[in-house]
Structures are given as C-alpha cells and as structure tokens.
C-alpha cells in the first residue's frame, strides 16, 4: 500500500488527548474563580463589645463584602471584611 494511503494511527489518539487537557484546563480554571465560603482573617472583638455585637458585625460584613467582591478571588473578599469590620470597632491584629 501507498505511503500516503496508509492510515495515520497516531491520529486517533489526538482527539481524546486535547479531549481530557481541555477539560483539564477548564477545571483548573474554574477552582480559580470560586466564591469564597468566608474571610480567611482573623478579627477579634473591639473593645468592649460582646460577643453578640461582634456575631451582627461579622454577619453584616461576609453580607457587604460577598456583594463588593462578586465571584472574585479570596483576597479581595478578606480585605473588603476585614475593612467592614474595622469600621465596625473590631480589631484585625497585624504582624509586626
């Protein structure tokens, strides 16, 4: 038979290849755009405040920042948390 009328059997395994790094690319761009489930900071109670204001506090925050930040990335969900609930009176210890 003819070189060019032989079939080309590397052929058949290019479909299923691009097949299963497509959708590997796309899982692994979809974790990358995930809805964060909660702040990853950690605030701590103003003073004199108890624990029930600081539950509303922390409640009104993960509310406002979801609604600043959408389906964005963690860290702009922990900073639009951790601001609200500074404004809030609460502390957010800092590494010195």
Known sequence: MPAWR????????????????????????????????????????????SFEQFQTDDALCRQWSAQQTGTSVQVRYDI???????????QIPVAR
């Open 6 to 49: 032989r079939p080309n059997l590397d052929m058949k395994w290019i479909a299923p290849k691009l097949a299963v790094v497509s959708v590997g690319a796309a899982l692994g761009l979809g974790a990358c755009a995930s809805i964060p489930t909660g702040p990853s900071v950690l605030v701590l109670p103003g003073a004199g405040k």
């Open 80 to 90: 639009a948390y951790a601001q609200c609930m500074y404004a809030k009176g609460n």
